[in-house]
């Protein structure tokens, strides 16, 4: 006999069972991540007060003092501005089962090519010097995803191994063109380029501070991904590909289609974040050119259920866990190893309550 | 001869860890579970068998408790994913940053220290012989139990009752749970198994590889364990292949630039990435037979309602 | 969590704060910040600063606050950081990566008031000064003890990243390794990356089997080390005196001392003296310095080194004295003259007896 169907906990005739919802409430939607946090904050409490921290002060000092000004604000949209990008670009193929993680090189591509752009047009540029940078960043970002694409639809290599791979070749790639061709001519042969000229970099949204109008190229992607998934027919078919495979063949989709379609998008964003970091924060090219954004967008993706506004709310939670566990180290004298602890828990907790969204917990 | 031989050892010993993880996550992907902690799994196991191994100074307690810090590790991620139905892609990334940081902090104190290797099981007299001897007779346990373990899950995947089950949950976790098979016992065995495999990659790192402990020292193993489920289409025996492959692209580029071929290093050090892209499209032009492989529910939350 | 408790949890926190403020500001203390491009337990580049930064605590009990930042991809967040240092009211920060030159810049340029000190770079302003080590000197003795002690003539090179520091250490060593074995070659293996003990032992053992039996490092863990111990050659370390890894097998390291530079701007800043500058010390001052010899060593072989070590220290050796041909034949530095420091900054060619081939304009 098979044991009785979800059971999670069981004491002594006390039992839980989960009921899968057919529909969730309102309120649930907004409570859980209430909840979430509430159960991080006290986790939280608990681990800084074992490492001797006052838990008040620290959970301050994580979530709070890091946004308590302007600066923190901008800031944090510097950080989320490509995790969300990404991760929007991603989502659609995550609907459709199609497994691009290697959105980290195609964000190296990305700005390869939008900083090949810049150093080109150093000093001979103009308005239209951005528009084709990030035409390159995204022409970029495409042709490197067109390489896993081609490769599944026609040779039927699985696209996690290659785009994972493809990352660590791009990698190296940009470690060559700094340590070679595209180093700083008056840089003593160091290993970047030379910083942008003004035409190349990307105006700020505020004087004085960071934050670019590449948050326009989000708030323009996320509501392109929300009429793709619920007015076309094409996110149709992704949601369809995705649930049922063997439905989406019946019903005639392409699946090479699928493929391309999703990893092309999914290239393109990551191409084009690239292309507004070297162009926006760092201003030049250099050996590291993301601290893993590519990565990081994969979980923003899937906290943010693979839905266009979560996606946009799941990166501002990320980016904050990131500035946040920074500022811990400036304020707290909390290593760096505690941030990462801290932000692996946040994640469990925000994962785990959803949960009550899909499901309710009935006693019997 | 002799240098053929040192070359094949080396090969093997750098395939070792990526070959362990590997398996652990083939096992885990063949239930139908997704686990991308790999990296933060190796991390505790590496940590956790150097700690112990250090206070002990008995390298096997160490082996122990990296495969056990792997098991542990792995049961907080089968309780998100199994009982709290948690996305496993997100879970796993999740448990990666947690293995990062908690490695991180356990190894503070163990940073600069030294300890003996983990010992070679040598057969006096065999062992000496020429090539044969330190190819075949050289080696750690961990090496020997890598492979004997690649060989016995090939068996129970493909020819026990066991490995029918394995597969019948990552297959489609409806029907084996119609079937009255419990497809989250035998899921939350795969997650453990990986979890305690992933450690032994870890603490072969931490204990034989390069022993001593320093802080994010698997330096993206995890993932490349990752590709190589993938490589190995779900089977053990070609996954063996793929690591000692990859081990053995490594090494060649590592040769080929201390022989001064004249490209800059960059491009030679792309070529284990490359090698592993060209060996797996010549592989996979079958597509019927790698679709036999993948399980079909893979990453999937199940719950019976659904 | 309703909204009140919420609301109550966020009034306690701030008042918890402004409590432990209030106490932070009764004290006058010299605050001096680190930020580092790795983990402080990378056992190499970061924690020999952040070694620096203990002594500076040492060295002003009670008179100074010290904070750091690890793990600081260099990119997008660095300036970010460094801009929170300087709000949270440090005096004096030290960036301790090449990839924080443009972030420290900035920062400086919006916070006059604080010190900056970039090490590595070669960019300064009022507030910013930099500094680095002339860890080719230690090259060029390690070159001359290899030279003496190689029985086959091959020494491996593992290296992380092509960028002129390491080459001008290959080129160094290469040249001092030359002047007492002129048949020598080094083999150099880049393994593209500061920190991966796994590639740096694999590279390690590529090299002895090409028939290397001496190896040296420009890479931050002591793998190499280990693998020559196993292969019972010699080996020398880097950052950190490594001979715990390998007793038999180290000769000596060449060690990254920032103690006394950091102690020294520190106490400029409390005695308000400090000013912008550019600082390259070796030898001379023990930034640069060289853990014990291993007793293995012969007496005329320690005896080279230490000569070399104190003709450095004198002024009367360079390790970039010429004439010094490159490898494709090109006269560098001609006859009876030293390199200049922008040249041995910028070095981007091999000096002949160096296997491979750099990256090209």
Redesign the interface.
């Known amino acids: ?3 009785k ?2 059971v ?1 906990l069981a004491k002594r005739g006390f039992r839980l069972r ?3 919802r057919t529909e969730t409430p309102r309120w649930l939607i907004y409570a859980t991540p ?2 979430a ?2 159960l991080t ?1 006290l986790s939280g409490a608990g681990l800084f007060a074992l490492l001797g921290v ?1 838990p ?2 620290a ?3 994580f979530f ?2 890091p946004i308590s000004d302007l ?1 923190g604000w901008t ?1 944090l949209g ?2 989320a501005i490509p995790l969300a990008l990404i991760a929007l670009g991603l989502s659609l193929g ?1 609907r459709a089962n199609v497994w691009n993680i290697g959105a980290e090189g195609q964000l190296t591509i990305g700005a390869i090519c939008a900083g090949g752009v810049a150093l080109a047009l150093w000093n001979s540029g103009g308005w239209w010097s951005l528009p084709l940078m990030a035409l390159a960043g995204l022409c970029g970002g495409i042709a490197y995803a067109a390489i896993p694409a081609l ?1 599944r639809t026609q ?4 696209e ?3 785009s ?3 990352t ?2 791009a990698q ?2 940009l ?2 063109l700094v ?3 595209l ?1 700083d001519p008056d ?6 380029s030379r ?1 942008f000229d003004a035409d190349a970099l990307m105006p700020p949204v505020l004087e004085g501070f ?1 934050l670019h109008w590449g948050l326009l190229a989000v708030a323009v992607a996320a509501v392109a991904a929300q009429a793709v998934l619920t007015r076309s027919l094409l996110g149709y078919r992704l949601t369809v590909t995705g649930l049922a495979p063997a439905a989406a063949r019946f019903a005639g989709f392409s699946a090479p289609g699928i493929i391309w379609t999703c990893l092309l998008i999914g290239g393109g964003c990551a191409g084009l974040a690239g292309m507004l ?1 070297v162009a ?5 090219l ?6 893993g954004y590519g ?2 967008a ?2 923003v993706a ?2 943010g259920r693979l839905n266009p506004l979560g996606i946009c709310v799941a990166a501002l939670v990320l980016a904050l866990s ?2 946040g566990s ?2 811990a ?3 707290l ?1 909390l ?11 946040l ?2 907790f925000v ?2 309550c ?2 009550l969204l ?2 309710r917990i009935r006693r019997e | 001869m002799d240098i053929a031989a040192s070359i094949l050892v080396a090969v093997m010993m750098a395939a070792t860890p990526l070959l362990l993880a590997a398996l652990g996550e083939l096992i885990t992907e063949k239930a139908g579970v997704l686990n991308l902690g790999i990296e933060g799994m190796m991390l505790v196991g590496a940590v956790c068998a150097f700690a112990v191994a250090y206070k002990t100074g008995n390298a096997y307690f160490g082996v122990v408790a990296g495969a056990l810090a792997g098991v542990t590790l792995a049961a907080f991620f089968a309780l998100l994913v199994l009982v709290l139905l948690t996305n496993q892609v997100a879970t796993g990334l999740a448990l990666t940053l947690f293995g990062i940081g908690l490695s991180a902090l356990i190894g503070k104190g163990l940073v600069g220290q030294p300890i003996p290797r983990l010992p070679l099981l040598s057969i006096p007299g065999i062992s000496d012989l020429p090539v044969v001897g330190p190819l075949l007779f050289g080696h750690d346990l961990l090496v020997y139990l890598s492979l004997a373990l690649t060989f016995l899950a090939h068996r129970i995947i493909t020819r026990t009752r066991l490995g029918l089950t394995l597969r019948a949950v990552g297959e489609s976790p409806h029907v084996a749970h119609g079937l009255g098979l419990s497809v989250r016992r035998v899921q939350l065995s795969a997650i453990l198994i990986g979890g305690a495999l992933s450690g032994l990659g870890g603490a072969y790192l931490s204990l034989a590889y390069t022993p001593m402990w320093a802080e994010n020292m698997t330096s993206g193993r995890g993932w490349i364990a990752l590709a190589l489920v993938v490589f190995g289409t779900w089977r053990p025996l070609r996954m063996l292949a793929g690591a000692y492959l990859f081990g053995a692209m490594t090494l060649a580029q590592l040769h080929l630039q201390g022989l001064g071929v004249p490209i800059p290093s960059q491009f030679l050090s792309m070529l284990p990435y490359l090698a592993t892209i060209l060996v797996l499209v010549l592989m996979s032009r079958d597509a019927v037979r790698i679709k036999l492989n993948a399980p079909a529910a893979l990453g999937k939350s199940f719950h019976p309602d659904r | 969590m309703t909204s009140r408790t919420l609301k109550a949890f966020l009034l306690g926190a701030v008042a918890a704060l402004s409590l432990s403020a209030g106490a932070a500001l009764a004290q006058d203390k010299t605050k001096v910040a680190f930020v580092y491009v790795g983990p402080i337990g990378d056992h190499g580049w970061s924690y020999r600063h952040d070694e620096g930064r203990l002594a500076i605590e040492k060295a002003f009990p009670g008179k100074v606050e010290t904070t750091y930042v690890e793990s600081v991809p260099e990119g997008a967040d660095a300036e970010r950081v460094i801009q929170q240092l300087a709000a949270k009211g440090n005096n004096l920060i030290f960036t301790t990566s090449f990839g924080y030159m443009e972030p420290t810049l900035k920062v400086a340029a919006r916070n006059p008031k604080v010190f900056f000190e970039h090490a590595t770079g070669f960019k300064r302003a009022a507030n910013v000064a930099t500094y680095a080590a002339r860890f080719h000197e230690g090259r060029t003795v390690i070159g001359l003890i290899a030279g003496k002690m190689t029985k086959t003539g091959v020494v491996g090179y593992i290296a992380s990243i092509p960028i002129p520091e390491v080459v001008s250490g290959i080129n160094a060593f290469t040249l001092a390794l030359k002047s007492v074995r002129p048949d020598a070659q080094v083999k150099v293996i880049y393994v593209n990356s500061w920190y991966d003990p796994g590639k740096e032992a694999a590279a390690a053992k590529a090299l002895l089997d090409q028939g290397a039996d001496i190896l040296t490092q420009h890479t931050d863990s002591p793998a190499p080390i280990q693998v020559a111990e196993e292969r019972g050659v010699y080996a020398f370390g880097q950052a950190s005196d490594m001979s715990k890894f390998g007793p038999k097998a180290h000769l000596t390291s060449i060690i990254d001392n920032w103690d006394a530079y950091y102690i020294a701007r520190t106490k400029a800043v409390m005695d308000k003296t400090w000013k912008s500058g550019d600082v390259w010390e070796g030898f001379d001052t023990g930034m640069v310095a060289l853990a014990p010899y291993n007793a293995v060593l012969p007496k005329d072989v320690v005896e080279l080194a230490e000569t070399a070590r104190k003709d450095i220290i004198a002024g009367k050796r360079h390790s970039f004295t010429g004439p010094i041909v490159d490898k494709d034949g090109k006269e560098r530095v001609a006859a009876g003259k030293t390199a200049t420091n922008p040249e041995i900054l910028s070095m981007d060619w091999y000096v002949q007896g160096v296997s491979g081939d750099l990256p090209k304009k």
């Not at chain 1, 840089?187 to 970047?192: E, R, S, V, W, Y």
């Not at chain 1, 926006?280 to 030049?284: E, N, S, V, Y």
């Not at chain 1, 290593?335 to 828990?345: E, K, M, N, R």
């Open positions: 006999m098979p044991p169907a979800g999670i989960l009921e899968a209430l909840l946090l509430a904050v006052d008040l002060r959970l301050y000092g709070i003092e600066y800031e510097v950080k995550f490769l040779f039927n290599a699985n996690i191994l290659t994972l791979m493809l660590y070749v190296l790639f470690s060559y340590t070679g061709p180093r840089g003593f042969n160091f290993p970047q910083p960071r970091e926006g924060p760092i201003g030049q250099m050996p590291t050119v993301s601290p990565f990081t994969i979980i899937f906290l990131y500035i920074e500022a180290q400036v304020t004298k290593s760096a190893s505690v941030g990462t602890v801290f932000q692996g828990l994640l469990f994962l785990a959803d949960l899909l499901y």
